[in-house]
DNA sequence: TAGTATACACTTGTATGGAAGTTCAAGCGG
DNA sequence: CCGCTTGAACTTCCATACAAGTGTATACTA
């Protein structure tokens, strides 16, 4: 019995229907796996997860208010299409948010977060090299979110993350050629730096120029991915 | 016929029962009249509405997104007590967006969204002067609302209310004092003046302070009201 | 043939019944 | 008196049926 106790009685939470199917339509939206302008169903999506309307309707409405879906009331579910407005909007809402972040992350960071940083850009340098995109978009948001919970702001990362999908969604139309992703651990090591010396302007400034940057090789995609846009 | 189409034939979007009850319930839970830590159920908000309780669960779901409520499976809904936390989270979002729009509001403003702010400061004077704390709450929306199109943000201030929602909800312990609102047309005031001058800087710090001056009346409160507070 | 009306095949929205889980209190056994 | 069991009364979550609106194709009319 005591034994029984000590291993751990299964503390986890078991996912709810509704919030597995948004989570992986959500994912299949980001990565372009459903595609931009793709009529959804409610009944398809239903049959596909083996679960009753109900659920994948609350997905549905869960993924509206991200921005990711538009569901027009007794005509049907699409997935809104790429939009550079959309892009630069969402680009000029995670940029107000982070670099708030770095700029209270440079009074507050300590020795924890900082290690945690430095071992996060070192295994996004090994999976660049690899040109293992999985594991470098995943260690990159968790670079990010070490900023934000070093600094002691998680909540604010939960508003940058629905920005992020929209950049995110974007970007998984080029960040296939691995060239592109060097660059971004180097702009990691730069924001990280600064933090170490405390020097907000600079740390800013490396965050700011870190997001321009990630939409620079985006530039000009709406003119070769024409049905992709609206 | 030709006049029938002239006269608006009602392009009134019909509300749903689920966007009614979230919109009701928001308001209620922002200004109090439902009180932090209410246990809400399905069934009774459901029999109130006149409605079953699908419609009520979305809003339900709606408002946990939002972080207004607390969705526990199997146990219950709670209204989310106030929290100091949760407040100053909400304001370090709320700034770091805000100080971004008037930013960018100094390159874009044109004379059309001066004008509406300008309007909207004087209408504010009235309502303060005449102690109408309703009015003078949607003029105060209203002007940040008009910045931020002014500023061609409207996406970031999707953002900014979300989180201004828990700042109002504890404003709205104190704001029934009619001293607190003179200072707060003045501070909008500061702002636009800065805009128009196209004075970056002196912007974000008037943005800033007129931020950091909203909750200075709000200290202390939460010994107050501990009931209210977790 | 052109135009209109209508039926039908979809869609999302709502209502309702039941499944699964949690809480709490009464009742029983020590 | 204390502790465990058990069952009733709640809750949210899911499945299903139906209601209501939209677009389209077809058939009918002039």
């Given at each position: 019995m005591t034994v029984a106790i000590l291993?751990?009685?299964?503390?986890?939470i078991i996912e709810s229907a509704a919030a597995r199917v948004e989570r992986e339509l959500r994912a299949g939206i980001i990565d372009l796996t459903?595609?931009?302008?793709e009529r959804l169903s409610e009944s398809e999506i239903a049959d596909r997860f083996q679960v009753s309307r109900q659920p994948v309707r609350e997905a549905f409405i869960a993924l509206m208010r991200q921005g990711l879906v538009d569901v027009q009331p007794q005509r049907g579910t699409v997935v809104v299409k790429l939009s550079v407005r959309r892009m630069l909007d969402a680009r000029f809402i995670r940029e107000a948010l982070e670099v708030a972040i770095v700029r209270r992350a440079c009074e507050r960071f300590d020795s924890h977060y900082r290690d945690r940083a430095s071992a996060l850009i070192s295994a996004q340098d090994e999976a660049a090299k690899a040109g293992d995109h999985v594991t470098f978009q995943r260690l990159d948001s968790l670079f990010h979110i070490a900023l934000a919970e070093g600094a002691d702001c998680l909540e604010a990362w939960n508003a940058v993350e629905m920005q992020k999908a929209h950049m995110d969604r974007v970007c998984a139309l080029t960040?296939?050629?691995?060239?592109?992703m060097g660059p971004l651990v180097v702009q990691h090591q730069a924001i990280l730096d600064a933090v170490e010396d405390g020097d907000a302007e600079r740390a800013v400034a490396a965050m700011s120029h870190h997001l321009s940057e990630i939409l620079r090789a985006v530039a000009g995609l709406e003119l070769k991915f024409t049905e992709l846009f609206e």
């Open positions: 291993h751990q009685p299964p503390p986890r459903i595609r931009p302008g960040l296939h050629s691995s060239g592109s």
